[in-house]
């Protein structure tokens, strides 16, 4: 791989010791030399310090000045005429055709090149004449940001994002050697694969497209945008890296010499093709294998854009030196692939997923589930829907494959008659996802029970009661680095049961039992026109936790994943 291939980071494949030739060694004299001649230009200053008992020095008859051992000054180069920013993957080739450019004789190039992150650029406050980021998607972000950039001509280069891993790992979660984002969430929940990393949606083209690509692959999945948003969050909740260094997963990947090793430093993750064909003609000992998933096909594409008011011939000129048999040769396509994953037009919506996605937080919290079981559950959802519970059922379903590894979680219901003396009942008992529960992944038991949920006919809905029992009990539970919350899901008002009390009574009895040092915020999801909204928000604000809104029965499951990405947040 030559010098100017990407990935410039990586170190050369190891091809024994330098052997000590007779010019390493002059080398080490002449240094030696120059460290003895610093060494008593030194000390001569100490001596004249020390010979008159002060700081300054002592008259000294004149001498020969000391040789400067500093190199002659240059002269730094004017201000470059023309300002580039550049997707690192593409730098080498810009940078060459820059160099074409520069006039016979001169040190400096009227050209300066810089290679950074999309994001970088997008964000920074001086702003380059000409912009070749690797999405035209950054132009819209730029935009927003009243940065206007024209494109100038045809799009220089396309490559597709694809998902790649070590060679003995690919097998784990692609079939007949074909890959599909749904694939590996599949693969991630059943603990095939070990690790999953991702590049900063908000920094990276590899990271804001793949996180699109996920939301388009789920969503053919289901006709529930809830259920589709569901499934794609279980991805992120399982990336082992979330805003993994794009060049750092290359460095990691060239010196790994064992193929089982490899797999669970770097695992799985999307990148660009061209960077595969950069890495492969490296010649590391662990083959990586990508391919594009066939579910949610993105691409990056090469624009080159000119900042709005920048006027100056170099920036054609340059355009026109890029030549399509010089990035066909770095291992870009110079021409696009059909179909493929239609984007958001604005910048704005084209960053909302991404944030989502770069402000969640994977943490070891500890979450207990409060699910009302009054007999309205079992009422219709709307016209032609199923009932509030069957919805409940196949939206819990996705959400028990949300939680992390690290998630503490148990789950109660909710619901009593007027004469029962219990207002509520553990469905899965509080302890480690990954612990077992009656022989059984204490996941696993959380599916099964959202599964064979079934409200209780005519029983009451002892809200408050279970919610000041569900905070008592998390309290006890608080450690430190472990966020505590409680989640409640209700489609009515409290009532209909003897631990009935008034919002006012319920509020009281829920500030005098506040401690500050142990915080539980309740993330509260009301479900259906019947909620008590206002009741609901005022548990939350007390507890410093969110309300959420469903009133919509068919948004049940949206309104679980903003419940769980507040329990994230919050």
């Known amino acids: 791989m030559s010098d100017n291939e990407w990935p410039r980071q990586l170190p050369a494949p ?21 460290v003895i001649t610093v060494l008593l230009v030194a000390g001569g200053v100490a001596w004249r310090l020390m010979s008159n008992g002060t700081g300054d020095p002592a ?37 060459e055709a820059a160099a074409t450019l520069k006039p016979a004789g001169q040190r400096c ?11 970088v650029t997008a964000g920074a406050k001086d702003q380059p004449d000409v912009w070749v980021p690797s999405s035209s998607v950054w132009l819209r972000i730029a935009a927003d940001k009243k ?10 280069a396309w490559s597709p994002i694809v998902l790649g891993a070590p060679q003995a790992l690919t097998a784990q979660f692609a079939t007949d050697g074909k890959t599909s984002w749904t694939g590996l969430i599949k693969a991630v929940t059943e ?42 969050l279980t991805l992120r909740s399982r990336l082992t890296d979330a805003d993994a260094d794009p060049a ?161 979680i148990g789950m109660w219901y909710f ?41 209780q006919a005519n029983a009451g809905t002892p809200l408050y009661q279970t919610v000041l029992d569900g905070i008592a009990d998390m309290r006890e539970r608080v450690q430190p680095g472990r966020p505590s919350v409680v989640v409640v899901l209700t489609d009515g008002t409290d009532g209909g049961t003897k631990f009935s009390m008034t919002n006012q009574q319920f509020l009281q009895r829920l500030n005098a039992g506040r401690d500050p040092g142990r915080p539980v915020p309740v993330i509260a999801v009301g479900y259906g026109p019947d909620a008590n909204m206002k009741a609901l928000q005022d548990m939350a604000k007390a507890t410093g936790g969110q309300a959420i809104a469903a009133r919509n029965p068919a948004d049940l499951a949206s309104a679980m994943a903003k419940a769980f990405l507040a329990a994230r947040t919050t």
């Not at 940065?147 to 220089?156: D, E, R």
């Not at 553990?426 to 599916?447: H, M, N, W, Y």
Request: charged letters at 20%; aromatic letters at 4%.
């Open 191 to 232: 603990e095939r694969v070990p690790v999953v990393t991702m590049t900063d949606p908000l920094l990276t083209t590899t990271g804001l497209l793949s996180v699109h690509g996920v939301h388009a692959a789920t969503a053919l999945t289901t006709k529930d945008p809830g259920i589709a948003q569901l499934r794609a």
């Open 248 to 408: 750092a997963l290359f460095t990691e990947m060239s010196r790994q010499t064992d193929a089982a090793d490899a797999s669970f430093s770097v695992g799985v993750f999307p990148l660009i093709e061209q960077q595969v064909t950069a890495y492969q003609k490296g010649g590391y000992r662990i083959p990586l294998t990508a391919s594009v998933p066939i579910d949610g096909q993105v691409s990056a594409d090469y624009p080159f854009a000119v900042r709005k008011g920048v006027k100056t011939r170099l920036a054609e000129q340059l355009r026109a030196a890029i030549s399509k048999q010089a990035l066909a040769a770095a291992g870009f396509r110079t021409e696009p692939a059909a179909g493929g994953v239609r984007l958001p037009d604005s910048g704005k919506a084209l960053l909302a997923t991404a944030r989502q996605w770069a402000g969640f937080q994977t943490v070891a919290f500890q979450v207990l589930l409060l699910i009302d079981s009054s007999g309205s559950m079992n009422e219709k959802a709307g016209t032609g829907a199923g009932t509030k519970a069957s919805l409940l059922r196949e939206s819990g379903a996705s959400a028990a494959e949300l939680f992390n590894p690290e998630t503490t």
């Open 14 to 34: 190891d091809h024994g010791e330098w052997n000590d030739q007779p010019q390493s060694r002059g080398r080490v004299l002449l240094a030696a030399a120059l």
């Open 109 to 119: 190039s009227p050209i300066v090149v810089r290679a950074e992150e999309p994001g």
């Open 415 to 455: 619901g009593a008659s007027a004469t029962s003396n219990t207002a509520h009942t553990e469905a899965v008992p509080f302890g480690p996802i990954t612990a077992a529960v009656d022989g059984k992944a204490r996941r696993d038991a959380l599916g099964e029970a959202i599964t064979a949920y079934r409200p």
């Open 59 to 95: 008259a000294q008859p004149s001498a020969a000045p000391v040789p400067s051992l500093s190199r002659p000054s240059v002269t730094p180069c004017p201000k470059a005429e023309l300002t580039v920013a550049v997707a690192p993957e593409i730098e080498p080739v810009i940078s």
């Open 147 to 156: 940065n206007v950039y024209q494109t100038s001509g045809a799009t220089l």
